[in-house]
């Protein structure tokens, strides 16, 4: 009897010191982790990569029956201000829209850009005989008459970064640039638009 008392008491006691060695364990775990990943953040110091339309022009623009035909031209700056991260765009693609409705899209060719580095982007958007809404139609023919319109640039990208031999799997960014004003005079100046980043 005796000793069938000391084993029940032995057994709480051992699932007790299980219990407290899983749980300092996973304590451990927990703080090397952390440990980890905040000396990877000190070492690499990751910024945020910034966008600027830095150009937009228009040309060979028409509305006729609601229609529309036109051609716009971009520049954007892309600066990646990181020291040890560079840079994969794999594919990238640009609309033009205005009010929700699209106006024209363009395919922009694979690159990598380096740390420390500023891209210059290029892209020609095409309207070619392009259907309005009746109320686009209308406002768009309001704007033309005043001399500018007012659109929506979009950018749209799958990206990875590297830093050192590491590359990152792909992630998707976005870019929007918001009311880009064209001016049908070429003699008013283009004025540059930051660009809002999604990543």
């Not at 990877?40 to 228009?58: A, C, D, F, K, Q």
Request: aromatic share 10%; with cysteine; proline share 4%.
């Amino acid at each position: 009897m005796a000793g069938n008392t000391a084993q029940a008491t032995q057994q709480p006691v051992k699932h007790f010191n299980l219990v407290r060695c899983v749980a300092v364990c996973l304590l451990t775990l927990i703080v090397l982790v952390g440990l980890a990943v905040l000396i990877t953040w000190l070492v690499i110091r990751p910024r945020r990569l910034v966008y600027t339309l830095e150009n937009g022009s228009l040309q060979h623009f028409n509305l006729n029956n609601n229609h529309i035909n036109a051609t716009f031209d971009f520049v954007l700056m892309a600066y990646n201000p990181n020291t040890k991260t560079s840079v994969y765009y794999d594919s990238m693609e640009s609309v033009v829209s205005y009010k929700d409705q699209t106006l024209a899209f363009d395919t922009i060719d694979p690159f990598h850009q380096p740390h420390r580095d500023t891209a210059r982007v290029e892209s020609k958007l095409v309207a070619q005989n392009l259907a309005l809404s009746p109320s686009t139609y209308k406002d768009l023919t309001g704007e033309k008459s005043s001399g500018e319109i007012e659109v929506d640039v979009h950018y749209k990208s799958r990206v990875r970064f590297k830093v050192g031999m590491w590359k990152s799997k792909h992630r998707t960014l976005k870019i929007v640039c918001p009311s880009v004003k064209l001016h049908f005079s070429w003699s008013r100046h283009f004025e540059n638009v930051p660009c809002e980043v999604e990543l």
